[in-house]
């Protein structure tokens, strides 16, 4: 996903939930440079890889999955979860850490003709002010790693320069919010709706795409990059039917296929093979810190009631034995994790009962918005809440905009959100800086130690992240329930075990590569 990962009965209120600044595929960040070219290799997706057309930052990091394929990025994540420069054959950051200096690849072609160099990767970032695009809520004005200029001295240099210190800016431009658009696409975005402006070392072949159903890639062979990939075609086919897609890959339909809902899992291994990753948290961001849609939740308490009223164990137990119950919002093996706020946080109903009575909110009442029934999860946590003194009301949306309109209008939020391998980046562009803080709450701690970890590298970095785990637990900002797995299914005769981009749910598209 790095997309947002919907469920029947979700309740959560935005496509773009998933802020982790890594992904698939591309340049120099891949494996595969000595893969020879093979034939076709054929990928099941559990869901529309470009349902709005092919401009690539109207979706979230997860998408690179698809696009990286027709496009390039000024950085990308590799399978150690390491990001590599890739249209960048070197960057600087300054002193201070509020400049970035970029050189730029020679050579580099997009599809309308237009040629990589200083002014087209200034206009790319300058849509940054584009409230449309994925790039405004972490590069944009009040954006997560806000860029407050983009300068082009001469044809191969880029100078970025951040509001606030990035040590590690290259982050930011990693993937999809680092994904370079020809010149004819970013004067016209519109265009990008029918065919992609891309540099990548595939082309899209229309005659062969039916656009929700099968996408055709075949590669350009004079594409700088072209001799890292290893397919000469590849076929994307949208196989949203859990069995279905499970079933497209044991019969060999499909050499790939991700994200295989976990209740397939056996079937396939059974017949194929599946690899696995971490990192998809489920559970509540809290929406409202300051009590504007429910006067209860400014008070940290009422919020970390809810926490000790969940019962994470016994929903794994029930519901989801493949997973793991978690306390905190950092997945457990990124940076900053913490096994004893688990330890801390563990269901203790007297402690949530008293932490309520204490806060004057001895019988709470949540109402929450969703879109169809509930699922088991949510009405698993109703029954546990109410043990406590909570109630909490569903409320079924009757549009899609009545959904999304709720992180506005009530307290909580809830959902699978892809937090992968970068925390710090989805705290800053979804807990801080994005949809799940549309009230604007501030809290010393949670941004002091956000900055740390954005501004400093090596153990200053570490125990920043740790800082900012702790904080947002401590706060009650988020209340997860379990970590999740994504898994997908490949054909072992057919192709190696793919790679997921670290721990981000996602595979590394550059590194399918035949079987050896």
């Known amino acids: 996903m790095n997309r947002f990962i919907s469920r029947p009965g979700v309740a959560v209120t935005a496509a773009v939930a998933v802020v982790s600044l890594a992904a698939c595929g591309g340049g120099n960040g891949g494996g595969g440079s000595s893969a020879s070219a093979s034939d076709t290799v054929t990928v099941a997706l559990d869901a529309d890889a470009a349902p709005n057309g092919y401009d690539p930052l109207l979706y979230s990091q997860g998408q690179y999955q698809f696009f990286s394929s027709l496009y390039d990025s000024l950085f990308v994540t590799d399978a150690e979860g390491k990001v590599q420069p890739s249209l960048v054959t070197d960057f ?55 860029i407050t200029d983009v300068a082009a001295p001469d044809p191969k240099t880029v100078v970025i320069t951040w509001k606030a210190p990035q040590a590690q800016g290259e982050t930011a431009l990693a993937d999809t919010n680092g994904i370079m658009v020809g010149a004819d696409g970013v004067a016209d975005r519109d265009s990008l709706e029918a065919e992609p402006d891309g540099s990548g070392p595939y082309t899209l ?17 004079d594409q700088w990059n072209a001799d890292n990939w290893s397919y000469d075609t590849i076929v994307f086919k949208i196989i949203t039917d859990p069995q279905a897609l499970a079933n497209a890959v044991v019969s060999g339909q499909a050499d790939v296929a991700v994200q295989l809902d976990q209740t397939t899992v056996d079937l396939v291994d059974s017949k194929q093979s599946t690899t696995k990753v971490g990192g998809v948290i489920v559970g509540f961001p809290v929406a409202d810190k300051t009590g504007a849609t429910n006067p209860a939740f400014a008070d940290p308490n009422v919020r970390l009631a809810l926490s000790y009223g969940i019962d994470r164990e016994a929903i794994v137990k029930d ?39 204490d806060a004057g909110y001895p019988d709470l009442s949540i109402d929450m918005t969703i879109l169809g029934q509930p699922d088991p999860d949510l009405l698993a946590i109703q029954d546990q809440w109410k043990q406590i003194g909570v109630t909490l009301n569903f409320i079924n949306a009757t549009s899609t905009d009545q959904l999304f309109a709720a992180a506005a209008t009530q307290p909580l939020l809830f959902g699978p959100f892809a937090v992968g391998s970068n925390p710090a980046g989805f705290v800053a562009g979804v807990v801080v800086g994005g949809f799940a803080n549309l009230q604007k709450a501030t809290n010393p701690a949670i941004e002091g130690s956000l900055g740390a970890a954005l501004g400093a590298t090596g153990d200053a970095q570490q125990g920043a992240l740790k800082d900012l785990n702790a904080a947002i637990t401590n706060e009650g900002w988020y209340i997860p329930v379990y970590e999740d797995f994504t898994y997908a299914g490949y054909n072992a005769d057919k192709v190696a075990e793919p790679k997921w981009a670290g721990t981000n749910n996602y595979l590394v598209l550059q590194d399918i590569t035949p079987a050896s």
């Not at 072949?205 to 062979?221: H, I, Q, R, V």
């Open 92 to 146: 600087e950051t300054s002193p201070d850490k509020l400049q970035l200096t970029l050189t730029l690849q020679d050579g580099v072609t997009f599809a309308d003709g237009s040629t990589l160099d200083s002014t087209l990767v200034k206009a790319n970032l300058d849509a940054r002010s584009d409230t449309d695009l994925l790039i405004n809520g972490t590069l944009g004005a009040g954006g997560s790693q806000e």
């Open 319 to 357: 519901l989801h034995p493949a997973s793991k119950a978690t306390a905190q919002l950092f997945p457990s093996d990124a940076p900053g994790f913490d096994e004893s706020l688990n330890e801390t946080y563990a269901y203790d109903p007297e402690k949530a009962k008293q932490l309520l009575a």
């Open 205 to 221: 072949d229309t005659g062969k795409t039916t656009k929700g159903s099968t996408y055709t890639l075949d590669k350009n062979a």
